[in-house]
């Protein structure tokens, strides 16, 4: 790329390898016109010397019969004179090298002169002069040092099958949270959510396991319905409380619900989005009891009918921010606010949450088992997997993005825009899978960056 300081030493080191290659043809055909020329000039001596051997028996043959000869030497013949202009043609002109210290003007030189011999410098210019097997042994040589992070056929259709596996898995498994009508439409849902929420089932869990935590674990955050805040928090109802109530949310809640609890407060989202602390009568506790009574109201929550929302999930409420979907027949887009309720209030909970794992689990599953596999079949070291770990968080990016990209196409296509058909867990799984690759990639840039500058500075210290 121009302006890449590699792309510049690489321009560099092409330039070199030219001139170099150049030089070296011109010793070649030097050594090889040299040798021509002495063989011609002992072949040229020997007949010299024949002649004068000759020429001195007809000198003396001509004294003894008294003719004079002339001592004067016959000029020599004349020899060829070689114009300027073939002399300036034959001659080989060695490039001015800036010795200033002007990198610059160095790289100028060399991408006008690897242009002249026309290389692409759009791409890498050493692959282009350098023979194969020196290109070879130098990427063997940079792969043992910073690692291989190319990619082959297996590779690429490894995250292919992984994210394809994956869509298909959305599709049947996960579906949406239950069988529901959708704009005239009947679809089914995940026959896994029904299992994991199977009334009977449910309530004989909540019985034996988490009924006892309801009396323990009394919390200022769960009114059930706008009147219960003082009429502070609109569209605030039974069925829905939880999702507005961020105490509930699986993940905010150790910061709200806690935070609620110590200062026996109740913080809500409104059916406008907006964010409001209603004060109650309910005594502040410290922070440890405030960590054990969350724990153990979510617990109590998790397996009634209503379910506890997905992590994060409150979130969608905040603000008026227009959604992509219409849940009416008017065809009208409405708020995410909107969206989220109706998503929650059909079966959207925790449980279907953990049903949506799955699709994320099979994309890690599949890539890092054939990461780990392909490792130790080839007799990878876990040293030589820390330096090309990046390539798995690529590997892994792609897997996810493929994922996600299906649960979109999943949503418009199979099901009609239905937002319940969403896969919120696979959404979720591209910001740790973005992030993971950012920091290999800046961290692998950083080593990189640092064998440069430590080759660049014996180079000058040579010098």
Not at 105 to 111: I, M, P, R, T, Y
């Amino acid at each position: 790329m121009p302006g890449d300081p590699l792309a510049a030493a690489a321009a560099v080191v092409a330039y070199q390898a030219v001139t170099l290659t150049e030089l070296r043809n011109l010793f070649e055909q030097v050594e090889f016109d040299l040798k021509d020329v002495l063989e011609r000039e002992h072949r040229v001596s020997d007949s010299l010397d024949s002649v004068e051997s000759e020429f001195d028996v007809v000198r003396a043959r001509l004294q003894a019969m008294g003719v004079l000869m002339s001592t004067q030497e016959s000029p020599s013949a004349a020899v060829p004179m070689v114009s300027d202009e073939t002399t300036r043609r034959l001659r080989y002109c060695v490039p001015v090298v800036p010795t200033d210290g002007d990198f610059d003007g160095l790289v100028k030189l060399a991408e006008a002169r690897l242009d002249r011999l026309g290389i692409d410098l759009t791409g890498d210019p050493l692959q282009q002069v350098l023979p194969t097997s020196q290109v070879t042994r130098s990427l063997r040589s940079y792969a043992a040092e910073h690692g291989d992070i190319s990619w082959d056929k297996t590779d690429w259709t490894v995250v292919l099958v992984a994210g394809v596996v994956a869509t298909f898995l959305d599709i049947i498994l996960v579906s949406i949270p239950k069988d529901s009508t959708f704009l005239g439409e009947r679809y089914s849902g995940s026959p896994l959510t029904k299992w994991l929420q199977d009334g009977n089932r449910a309530e004989d869990i909540h019985h034996h396991f988490f009924k006892k935590f309801e009396k323990l674990a009394k919390v200022p955050y769960d009114a059930p319905t706008t009147k219960a805040t003082g009429g502070l928090v609109s569209g605030m109802r039974p069925r829905t409380h939880r999702l507005q109530s961020l105490g509930h949310d699986p993940a905010l809640g150790f910061f709200f619900g806690v935070a609620d609890l110590m200062h026996g407060t109740g913080t809500y989202i409104d059916k406008a989005g907006q964010l409001v602390q209603v004060a109650t009568d309910a005594d502040p506790i410290d922070l440890i009891s405030a960590l054990i009574t969350q724990v153990r109201h979510l617990l109590s929550d998790v397996y009634t009918p209503a379910g506890l929302q997905p992590p994060l999930f409150s979130l969608l409420q905040l603000g008026q921010v227009h959604s992509p979907f219409a849940l009416g027949p008017s065809g009208v887009k409405v708020p995410w606010t909107d969206v989220a309720r109706y998503m929650y209030t059909n079966g959207y909970d925790l449980r279907h949450f953990f049903t949506m794992g799955i699709t994320p689990g099979v994309v890690s599953a599949i890539i890092r088992g054939y990461w780990l596999l392909k490792s130790y079949a080839t007799g990878g070291t876990a040293a030589q997997r820390k330096l090309e770990h990046a390539k798995l968080t690529s590997m892994l990016l792609l897997g996810h993005t493929i994922a996600t990209s299906g649960t979109l196409l999943k949503t418009g296509l199979l099901f009609g825009m239905n937002p319940a058909a969403l896969n919120y867990n696979q959404i979720l799984a591209m910001a740790p899978a973005i992030i993971a690759w950012f920091k290999e990639a800046i961290a692998r840039d950083h080593r990189i960056n640092l064998a440069l500058e430590t080759e660049w500075k014996t180079l000058l210290a040579e010098a």
